[in-house]
C-alpha cells in the first residue's frame, strides 16, 4: 500500500508529464507567481483521454482520486511551475488591465513529437490580477468550453482543447448558488493580442520587443527574426485571423466576446464564454446575454477582426519603425492584406461547401443568393447545407419555395461547368458541412442534467460530436433544429 507521500509523486510524475517552462524565463512583470487554490473535494468529471494520448500522457494510471487531486492543482505535476500571466484588453472597445483573473498557466508540456503547449487551470483561484474576483469557475460553463472547444477540434477549426474537467465540491456565487469546477486547458500557447496591449499601455518598449522576440522564436521560427520583426509577426497574425475567422462564418460559429484578450495570436478559437451555433441563418444573430449592442453579432465577426488587429498593429506601431509616419504605413499595409485574404478562404470554403472544385467569377454572387434566400426563410443554416448533399432533395416546406428551386437550377448550372462527377462533389460537400454541430438547446439541456450530478447527457454528446460529419443512425437527435420551445436566446459568459 503506498504512503501518501508515494501517492504525490505518482500523481505529479507518473503519466508522463515533460515541463519545460520558457514563459517563466521573460522578465517577471510578464507574469505573477501563483499556486493553485486546493478545493475541497474534487471529482473528475470528464478525462479526455484521446487527447491525454497525443500529448503522451498516460492517465490510466490514476485512480479517480488521484486523477481529480492532479487536475483540480490540489497536486502540481512534477515540472510545473504555475503563474497567471499579464495581459490587457480592449473589452466592448475600451481598453483595460486584466490578466489571467481565474486561471494559471501550470507550464509548457513538451509531448513526444516536440510540439509545445501550454498546459493551463481555469478556475482554480483568485490571482493577484482577479480585481475582487473569486478566481473560481461554475460547472456548466466550464463543460460549454470542453463540449464546444472539443467540437471545433473534430470540425478541423484551430483551438485550444479540453483535457479533463473536475467539480470542485465547492459552490461559487454568480446569479445563484452554483456547482464550481475546474477546467484543463491545452493551448499552442495563451499570447494573445491584449498580451502586446498590455505593454504598450505601460509604454514599455523593452517588454514589447521581448515579447515580440519570444513570440517569433516559439512560433514563428521560420521567419527571419532580424528582417523587421514586428512587422513580421503582424503580416502572420493578420493572415492566422484571416483563416480563423472565415473558418467560424463557414459553420455558423459565433464566438460571442470577440475582446482583443480573447484573441489569440496563434490562430487559435480561445475562451469559449458566450458562444453559440447559429441555428437559422441570420447574420445579426447574437446570443451573448451582455452583447446589447449586436457588436459581436454572427455577420459582424469578420470585420471585428479586423478592427482588432488593427488594435494589435497600434500596439507594434514603436517596433514598426523608428519613423512614425513609416510605421504606419507599415501597419496599414499589412491590415490592408485582410479583406482579402479573409474573402478568398470565405469563397474557398462556400465552393467546397456547394461542391464547387474550381473558381468562377460569379461564384460570390451564387453563394449570397443562397444567404439571402436562407435568411429570408429562416432555413437552418447547417442542414441546408448538408441536405443540398444529400441525393434526396431537401424534405421541408421551405425547400418546396420557387426561389430555393430556381437557386437550385442556377447552382446545378455552375456546377455542370467542370468535369467532376456528382458522387464527387457530394463527397466534397458531405467533408465540407457537418451533420450534427453542437446545438445550443442540446448542449444547455446536457448542462442542465450535469448541474444535478447526472452527466450522461454530456458523454453522450461529446462522443457524438467527435464525429460530426459521419452520418450516424444513432446520432439522429443531434441533426434536429430547437422547437419554439427549446429555443436559447442567451448564453452566458460565467463570470
Known sequence: MPNLDQTCLLIRQGIGWRFDNSYIRLPNRFFS?????????????????????????????????????????????????????????????????????????????????????????????????????????????????????????????????????????????????????????????????????????????????????????????????????????????????????????????????MNTDNISIVGETIDYGPCAFMDNYDPSTVFSSIDHSGRYAYGNQPKIAHWNLARFAEALLPLLSTNESQAITYAESALDRYPALYQAAWLDGMRKKLGLYNQESEDDALINSLLDWMRQHKADYTNTFRALASVVPPMSEIYEDRAFNEWCADWHARRSHQQISDDSCRALMRASNPDIIPRNHQVERALVTAAQGDFAAVNRLVAALANPYDEIPEHLEYRSPPSQQERVSETFCGT
Request: charged fraction near 20%; avoid cysteine.
Open 33 to 257: 507567481l501563483i499556486a493553485p487554490t486546493p478545493v475541497t473535494a474534487p471529482q473528475i468529471v470528464l478525462l479526455n483521454y484521446a487527447l491525454a494520448e497525443a500529448l503522451g500522457l498516460d492517465p490510466h494510471k490514476l485512480s479517480k482520486a488521484e486523477a481529480a487531486a492532479l487536475f483540480s492543482g490540489n497536486i502540481l505535476p512534477d515540472g510545473a511551475e504555475p503563474l497567471a500571466q499579464a495581459y490587457a484588453g480592449h473589452q466592448y472597445g475600451h481598453l483595460t488591465m486584466l490578466g489571467d483573473g481565474r486561471a494559471i498557466l501550470l507550464g509548457e508540456h513538451v509531448t513526444p513529437a516536440g510540439q509545445r503547449v501550454d498546459i493551463q487551470l481555469k478556475g482554480s483561484g483568485p490571482t493577484p490580477f482577479s480585481r475582487r474576483g473569486d478566481g473560481r469557475a461554475a460547472l456548466g460553463p466550464m463543460l460549454r468550453e470542453y463540449i464546444i472547444s472539443e467540437a471545433m477540434q473534430a470540425l478541423g477549426i484551430p483551438t485550444t482543447r479540453s483535457l479533463a474537467v473536475v467539480t470542485t465540491g465547492e459552490r461559487v456565487i454568480r446569479e445563484s448558488l452554483l456547482p464550481g469546477a475546474v477546467l484543463t486547458r491545452v493551448a499552442a500557447s495563451h499570447i494573445r493580442i491584449g498580451t502586446f496591449e498590455y505593454f504598450a499601455m505601460r509604454g514599455d518598449w523593452d517588454g514589447l520587443q521581448a515579447l515580440v522576440t519570444y513570440t517569433l522564436r516559439r512560433h514563428d521560427s521560420d521567419l527571419d527574426p532580424e528582417d523587421k520583426p514586428a512587422l513580421m509577426l503582424l503580416n502572420r497574425v493578420v493572415e492566422r485571423q484571416a483563416a480563423l475567422i472565415s473558418q467560424w462564418m463557414l459553420v455558423g460559429f459565433i464566438h460571442g466576446v
